[in-house]
């Protein structure tokens, strides 16, 4: 838990909801009077608003089956196409020339597609992976730059029932070969590569190593070409997307699949071993995007420009950029590119062009271009803004200050979005026209969510801090960790008997029922937003032929919220390359987001009696900070000074 964050308890600052402007949800009264809806009528209440809000082949005849719990089902019975509810009921309606994705690259180039021409080119894709032999269940890996063809390829995936599963491109071959290992994937769908920096940040090749090796269910590889960088063709296995999509009909009937068929597999990390597939179905995790546009964020379809910056390789891409924006018929900006290039305007300069009105961030990206200066905002014309959001990590008192005042103009409620890749959608979060907010916290469940924050024994805490826990099922809930489903019960359900779902976060909730977020409570690191699990980067160091043992910790940093520390023991004595070669082969096994910042060396590892490595002990250390550990029971007392001594990266 940092200290930035901790600070966050004596904020007091309130900040009522702009007036003179009907949202949603329009005041608090109204919110209250939803959640007693929900209360005396929870089955009632989803079932109106599924009804409301999607477009079902066949209804479905039960809202919630929690005879099999923790594996709940949601609208059994029931029978839709995800892609028809986001694109064919939109043309249908009249909307075909409507936009549905503005795309701007980073040298500038921008592509508007109509909801009539994303509609035909999701059906020539999904011909084309029905014809590859991709059927209904199998999975498709999808590890692409920011740029349509992901989102058209997420879509037509859909359309024919089978299950995407999107890796982040910064992603390395490595970690891309286990999760197609995982996912038993038939399919992979690629691009050559994307701009990055002014550059070209390849793909393929990432592809054709993750390939190499025995990976053996791949049998095609799907190549958008993009960035026009040379690449390796694998004759019979590598298919060109447009050479193949040009000879396809426009046509591709949506196939009707049950309410809880499942839509996408998401890779995230926990805090013991592999990266865990979190496993998402299709009718209650649309619902849930959908709805939760239209209340966290006031998303107006028929006027609102909507951008949300995540890549779609992680949960708020794949809800927030394509799914919720598509299925309310309104337009998503995509941006393929980084945020300061070729300034730390660039962002500004984009919301400016378009006219965003909408626009949805991380806490590290405000934090930097805060950083960059008051200058870069202040050269654009923001006034088309009128709701800011923040998701990934909890947001200090001054990043969110700032965004309330230099980009917002005081004049955009600021919108902090708690949820995580297994809750599919936003959790917690002020509606913006309706939730006073206080800078630092994410405010109140949703309507129809139901949070606690509890102590060991599950007993809700009404001062100080505690643990986040979720009291009743979700549509958008996680439905279990791709095949493993003693692992789903265990990191979820096991800690409180099955009865609250396990959040992994500390909270704290105050006078007013706020919820205040104090970083997580398990071994799970939150870098920059990005998920990163300590076991995973300590097995991606112990794998370097150097190492003997690695522990790793997070430490408090002022960009990235947390920063990774390294605390390593050597088969060897170090060179003076070894830090930054363990630094290269920690991004070659997981990426570049999991390098460490900071490495040190020792002979052993402080470890407690029955040989549990001392992490707080680490993280005080990592931290600077003095040790609040016992350490007399250590037996070599000199290896704590020895790693108080900082490494050079
Ligand atoms: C973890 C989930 C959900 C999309 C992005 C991350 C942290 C997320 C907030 C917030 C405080 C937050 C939590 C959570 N987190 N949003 N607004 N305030 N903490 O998804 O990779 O699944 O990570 O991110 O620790 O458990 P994820």
Same mark, same amino acid.
């Given at each position: 838990m940092s200290e930035t964050i901790m600070s966050t308890l004596e904020e007091n600052r309130s900040f009522n909801p702009p007036q003179g402007h009907k949202g949603h949800i329009s005041s608090l009264d109204e919110y209250f009077s939803i959640h007693e809806q929900f209360k005396s009528d929870f089955d009632g209440t989803w079932r109106t608003l599924a009804h409301e809000h999607l477009s079902w082949s066949e209804p479905f005849t039960? #809202?919630?089956?929690?005879?099999k719990a923790p594996f709940f089902r949601w609208f059994d019975g029931g029978k839709l196409n995800l892609s028809e509810n986001c694109l064919d009921r939109h043309v249908e309606a009249? %909307?075909?020339?409507?936009?549905a994705i503005i795309w701007e690259a980073e040298a500038g180039e921008v592509r508007r597609i109509s909801y009539q021409e994303l509609l035909d080119d999701v059906c020539k894709a999904a011909n084309v992976i029905k014809e590859i032999? #991709?059927?209904? $269940?199998d999975r498709v890996i999808i590890y692409m730059p920011m740029i349509p063809e992901a989102a058209i390829a997420m879509l037509a995936c859909a359309r024919i029932g089978a299950i995407h599963s999107v890796v982040f491109g910064a992603f390395s071959p490595q970690a891309l070969h286990d999760r197609i290992q995982d996912a038993e994937a038939k399919l992979v769908i690629t691009a050559d590569g994307g701009g990055r920096r002014g550059g070209i940040h390849a793909m393929k090749p990432g592809v054709d190593e993750a390939l190499?090796?025995?990976?053996?269910?791949?049998?095609h590889v799907l190549v958008v070409r993009h960035a026009g960088n040379a690449i390796e063709w694998n004759a019979g296995r590598d298919i060109d997307w447009h050479q193949a999509l040009?000879?396809?009909?426009?046509v591709c009937p949506p196939l009707a699949v049950d309410s809880e068929h499942p839509l996408f597999i998401l890779y995230t990390s926990g805090s013991t071993g592999k990266p865990k597939g979190i496993l998402h179905s299709t009718a209650g995790y649309l619902l849930w995007a959908s709805l939760t546009m239209r209340w966290s964020f006031?998303?107006?379809?028929? @006027?609102d420009l909507f951008w949300c910056? +995540?890549?779609?390789?992680w949960i708020t891409g794949h809800t927030y950029s394509v799914y919720g924006p598509l299925a309310n018929g309104g337009t998503t900006v995509m941006y393929e590119g980084v =945020?300061?290039?070729?300034? =730390?305007?660039r962002l500004w300069k984009i919301c400016a062009d378009h006219g965003v009105t909408i626009f949805y961030t991380a806490p590290t990206a405000i934090r930097a271009l805060k950083k960059a200066g008051d200058e870069w905002p202040n050269k654009?014309? %923001? @006034?088309? %803004?009128?709701v800011l959001g923040t998701v990934g990590e909890p947001i200090n008192p001054e990043a969110w200050m700032w965004y309330h005042?230099?980009? $917002?103009?005081?004049?955009c409620p600021i919108v902090d979005t708690w949820w995580q890749t297994e809750t599919?959608?936003?959790?917690?979060? =002020?509606? !913006?026209?309706a939730t006073p907010t206080k800078p630092g916290s994410a405010t109140l469940a949703l309507p129809g969510i139901d949070v606690e924050v509890v102590d060991e024994h599950g007993k809700p805490v009404s001062e100080g801090g505690g643990m986040l826990v979720i009291r009743q099922p979700w =549509?958008?809930? %996680?439905? $279990?960790i791709w095949g493993d489903d003693q692992r789903y019960i265990d990191t979820y359900w096991k800690k409180f008997d099955g009865r609250y779902y396990f959040a992994g976060d500390g909270a704290r909730k105050d006078k007013d029922g706020y919820i205040w977020f104090m970083g997580r409570v398990d071994d799970v690191l939150n870098v920059s937003g990005h998920r990163l699990g300590t076991m995973e980067i300590e097995s991606a160091l112990a @794998?370097? !032929? +150097?190492?003997?043992e690695a522990a790793v910790v997070g430490r408090p940093d002022e960009l990235k919220g947390e920063a990774i520390c390294a605390f390593v023991v050597l088969k060897c004595k170090p060179g003076d390359k070894l830090i930054a070669e363990l630094r290269v082969h920690v991004a070659r096994e997981i990426? !570049?987001?999991?390098? !460490?910042d900071d490495i040190r060396f020792a002979n052993s590892l402080p470890k407690t009696r029955? $040989?549990?490595?001392m992490r707080r002990l680490l993280r005080d250390i990592a931290a600077g900070?003095?040790?609040?550990?016992?350490?007399?029971?250590?037996?070599?007392?000199?290896v704590v000074l020895q790693l108080q001594q900082p490494g050079k990266a």
């Open positions: 039960r #809202v919630l089956d929690r005879s009249g %909307l075909g020339d409507r936009t032999g #991709v059927e209904a $269940g190499s090796g025995t990976c053996l269910s791949v049998q040009k000879f396809q009909p426009a006031d998303f107006r379809p028929e @006027s910056t +995540a890549d779609i390789g =945020p300061t290039y070729p300034d =730390p305007g654009h014309d %923001l @006034s088309s %803004l009128r005042d230099v980009i $917002g103009k005081t004049r599919g959608g936003h959790m917690i979060a =002020p509606l !913006p026209f =549509p958008a809930m %996680l439905r $279990g @794998s370097h !032929p +150097a190492v003997a990426g !570049p987001i999991a390098k !460490p029955s $040989g549990k490595i900070r003095d040790i609040t550990s016992d350490i007399s029971t250590l037996e070599d007392q000199s």
